[in-house]
């Protein structure tokens, strides 16, 4: 019982976790959206997507530190900064490599296709960036050494 106990804790700590991660993931898309079309304004396209990229990372990483995950205060904030910017590198590596691939395979691809390859690269790399926060960056094993009062707040 108590084994049964704990996994639905477990399912319900991943489902409200992932539910703000998603609402995290929507807003920064939105952010991103709005910081790029901003600076293309000025600046030409690849150059105007760094900045927007790089901010949007470090915002979309302290909201799911704090939101999603429960972290706050400055121990391992660092860490958790560049950890969670190597996971979301993974959006543009996947995206680009997808695009790669059907360029490949299918030089003639209309827009419509890009489009759905964009979708399920985009789909793929956020379900692999949940996964390593949550069992990597986000670890609670991984701050053993920090009392859990002043690491993480107790799943609600």
């Known amino acids: 019982m108590t084994g049964g106990l704990l996994a639905q804790l477990r399912r319900v ?14 807003l920064s898309t939105a952010a991103h959206l709005a910081l790029y079309a901003l600076l293309r304004s000025v600046l030409p396209a690849l150059v105007a997507n760094v900045p927007a990229v790089l901010a949007v990372m470090v ?3 302290a909201a799911n530190r704090r939101f999603a995950f429960g972290y706050r205060g400055s121990e391992r904030a660092v860490r958790h900064h560049l950890e969670g910017g190597i996971t979301f590198l993974l959006g543009p590596a996947t995206s680009t490599l997808g695009l790669w691939l059907l360029q490949l395979l299918a030089p003639h691809a209309t827009r419509l296709a890009e489009l759905a390859v964009l979708a399920a690269c985009t789909a ?3 379900l692999l960036r949940f996964l390593l926060l949550r069992g990597w960056v ?15 707040e107790p799943a609600r």
Do not use: D, Q, Y
């Open 13 to 26: 700590g991943i489902s409200r976790e992932l539910a703000v991660f998603v609402v995290i993931g929507v």
């Open 59 to 61: 915002v979309n990483t």
């Open 124 to 126: 793929l790399s956020t």
């Open 138 to 152: 986000f670890h609670p094993r991984r701050n053993l050494s920090v009392p859990p009062t002043t690491v993480r």
